[in-house]
């Protein structure tokens, strides 16, 4: 176990590395220009042309990845243009935020989408398994920004019983989870149900059933289990994606989160900021990728790496 | 929130909480004195000096004097605080060459004692005193550091609390502030980036007051209950189409006339905008002196354009690439114009791009036509005549029409230099007329601020500039 997790590790830095160079590439010939930001509407040629050579950005290239590669070796992601604060220290003051939010979405999504999809499996065509395959087809159908425009409407300004937006305590985490998790909570629906049906059918489960183990018990103990296999997969991946991707569900909530803070890095063109970001995030989706197939092994014991 | 690195709205707001310059702008647009008592120049316009007020505090204690003047400057220009605007100090004598990393400190600025700051500007600059009220030139202790913006320290009405990254911003009231403290205890900003969850926060009752959104504006004003906490005004804000006059067939000056003739600003401002807003006749907002009411828009004549567009030799229209952000009304509004213009037989494509990208290209006199906002920076006519029309500031310094005339050039710089005030404005109308009958740009419209204030506020004014509300005489009964 402990083998495959450095080997894992070390396949990790060529992947991030690809990163680097791809996002590096990106900025490079996207337009747009930072200093033109940094100045504002307003600048001259003489301003423009000193912050160009005193960013590096009149360099080769070849000789601005080198400059900034060495960097990020030495663990330093640069300062942003913009407030010329350490990059570092603003994502990981926003991660933690970020975390948070898709932690409570998936910890929502992974109640309510297994217990629904559990429940249906229980009686395939029956009144609420249609139920389920209703809702799960509207949460996968709604797109995040209106589920949490209409979630603003209803529970912020005609109930008044949650704060519309912001940062704090739970109040405010209720909302944006909520929007953020619905989409897994109907695919995780789904796939637990397909998961269940399948081993539903096997033969331990007559036997368990036979030798007069209650329902509950056959339900979690024996199938549940047997079909955890495709719910993790989901789960890593929507977990990974939400880490990663929460934008949409930050900008409406006004959670100050990391993908917000990306969005205004690409906005105003803040190229450090966009790079660290960026590179960050890999190595959490890579870290992610590598929990999810640690719990398979978990969850199965069929499943040895070494 | 460090002075001297704010370029943009948001953080020259925020500033002008935390500091003080030597003028300052109120909300109707005036520039009035501010850490400066008073101040006097020399006849030939040259030599300033500024009266400063006595026992004024940092919100750390540390006394406020003529040396933090001299040094704040210093730190706006020096290369090493890698500031993007020292344009407005530039007028004093040595302060361009300082900024280019050439001689250890600024001929034109010194400190003849604890009150009093003589400036020498390189020429004349009638308008130099409002350039001091901008943001950038709010003044700051001598310790401020390189993480001076995270933890701003000023003399003005309201002292820093805390700021929570995309979150808020908290202030709190300066008691000892020298201009009479605010008459509330706490300010607070909150930064929320999608503007109908802001609307939603407002009728939730969280946020006291709001910037309306042009389409929620529509609805509230026909809202009986809303209508009464909308307060809208004049901002120096100008909505035009600059044009390339570098580029093609709009190169002649009846073809860029034909655009202006094409575009019905009229409806454009009714349909998209609102309402919100003046037809413009010009560049010089009707606020502002040097305005001239007798000059009319272009109007809307659709056949004109047509005539002017043969007379230049195009009587098949022409082919233009129409460029817009994708951010506040640019793309309805370049929709809405390429449609006025097609009627006229000019073919826009329209080419949108993130705000960024677009005004690279412009800047670069890659774009035809660009669809473009300029926020006053100052309240001075010139603020719109020189950045966005004088030939010394083609593409980065604002001209993205990369218009040159020398005869406006003459009187923009004449204006300069023009210490008496009525012949300053007589001359920014003049400069104005000369530019409308060039048509270097299509004139839109100078665009209204709309707030909503809750029946709780009181005292609070919709400021022409940015910098103009200080929330000093806002109270809350609640």
Known sequence: MLAFIVRRLLLAIPTLFGVLVVTFLLLNVAPGDPVTEMVGERADSA???RLRKDLHLDEPRLKQFALYAGGVVRGDLGNSYITQRPIIRDILERFPKTLLLAGSAMLLASILGITLGVLSARAPGGWFDRLGLGVAYLGISFPVYWVGLILILIFAVMLRWLPPSGYGGIKYLI???FALGS?????????????MLDVLGGDYVRTARAKGLKERAVIVRHALRNALIPIITVLGLDFGYYLTGSILTETIFSWPGLGRYVVNAITRRDLPAIQGSVLFLSVVFVMVNLLTDLAYAKADPRVAYS | MDPALSTDVPTGRAVAYIFDGLTRFTADAK??????????VTPDGLTYTFHLHSGVKFHDGSNFTAKNVVSTFQRVLDPKTKGGRGWPLFPIKGAEDFAGGKGSSINGLAAPNDTTVVITLKEPYSIFPKMLA?????IVPDNAGSDFGQKPIGTGPWKFVEWKHDDYLKFAKNPNYFDGPPKSDSLMARIIPEMSTATAEFEAGNVDVLTVPDETGKSWQADPDKSKLLQSAPALRFWYVAINTTRGPLADVRVRQALNYAIDVNTILSAVMAGRGAVANGVVPPTLPGYDANRKPYGHDVAKAKQLLTAAGHPNGIDVDLWAATTDQSPRLSQAIQANLAEAGIRAKIVQRDAS???EAARKGAADLYVKEWWADYPD????????????????GGNVSFYSNPKFDALVDQAHREQDEAKRNALYAQADSLQFADAPMAYLFF????????????GFAVPAVFSGQRWTDVTISK
Do not use: C
């Open chain 2, 134 to 138: 901008m943001p950038v030139n709010s």
């Open chain 1, 183 to 195: 989409r897994s909570i109907a695919f995780l629906a789904r796939v637990t149900r397909s998961a």
């Open chain 2, 31 to 40: 520039v009035v004195p501010g850490l400066a008592r008073s101040w006097e």
């Open chain 2, 381 to 396: 006519a010139e603020n719109f005549l020189f950045p966005l029309l004088h030939s010394k500031n083609k593409g980065p």
């Open chain 1, 175 to 177: 909302l944006p989870a």
């Open chain 2, 447 to 458: 665009y209204k601020d709309m707030y909503a204030i809750q029946p709780w506020i009181h």
């Open chain 1, 47 to 49: 301003t423009i042309a």
């Open chain 2, 357 to 359: 990208s677009v005004r």
